[in-house]
């Protein structure tokens, strides 16, 4: 059975027009090129991408911003066509672990309160409501959630990453994926079997 290659690594300036694309089509244009290029090249955003082998692609984007000892999550994003396979939950966590390794002790984020797939993403991984930020999204005037998920530093919290890392191998392999994880950085793969 041949399978597809999904390779979770570090995007390049190389990936800016990807990005933007992905950005266009799960965020509605978030940001925009000169935006990427700022975020790409600043030491405190760290990026984490997945993509795709067989369409040469990048599918899904997670960034956070280091912000003092805190994750500040700017993005989540999965392409519309691969969403509902694991693979949020596997970009969420590559940017939890990545906060950990950077000894970072809490993260936050804001969300939509209509944005119940991400709401729900998030509180999976032990992110709570903490405020309402009344019309913080302009062109909506939705409310966003703030959302924090503390405790990075704890030793528990290395625990729920090994929990977590399990459930997603078995989410992704039920879905027809194989993961491979190698260490290093840039050197992680997923790869999903062929129907
Ligand atoms: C949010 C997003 C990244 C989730 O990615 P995904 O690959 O579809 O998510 P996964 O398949 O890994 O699902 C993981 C969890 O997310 C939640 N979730 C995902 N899709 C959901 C849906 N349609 N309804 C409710 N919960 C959902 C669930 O908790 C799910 O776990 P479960 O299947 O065990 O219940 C994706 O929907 C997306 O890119 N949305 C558009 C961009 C966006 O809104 N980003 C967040 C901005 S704050």
Not at 22 to 49: A, I
């Amino acid at each position: 059975m041949s399978s597809l290659l999904v390779k979770l690594h570090t995007p390049q300036l190389t990936h800016l027009d990807e990005l933007v694309a992905l950005d266009q089509c799960c965020l509605g244009g978030l940001w925009t090129k000169d935006g990427y290029q700022r975020e790409l090249m600043s030491p405190n955003s760290h990026f984490w991408v997945l993509s795709s082998d067989s369409t040469q692609t990048i599918i899904g984007c997670g960034c956070f911003w280091e912000i003092l000892e805190e994750a500040h999550i700017t993005l989540l994003m999965i392409a519309p066509e691969y969403q509902g396979q694991g693979l949020g939950q596997l970009l969420l966590y590559s940017l939890l672990r990545d906060a950990l390794s950077r000894n970072l002790e809490r993260a936050t984020l804001e969300v939509r309160v209509s944005n119940q797939p991400a709401l729900s993403l998030y509180q999976k991984f032990g992110f709570e409501v903490a405020g309402q930020r009344k019309g913080y999204y302009q062109q909506t005037g939705e409310d966003a959630l703030v959302l924090w998920r503390r405790g990075l530093h704890y030793p528990q919290f290395q625990q729920e990453l090994s929990i977590w890392q399990q459930q997603i191998n078995d989410r992704l392999t039920a879905n027809h994926w194989q993961l491979s994880m190698v260490e290093g950085k840039s050197k992680q793969t997923t790869v999903k079997s062929e129907q």
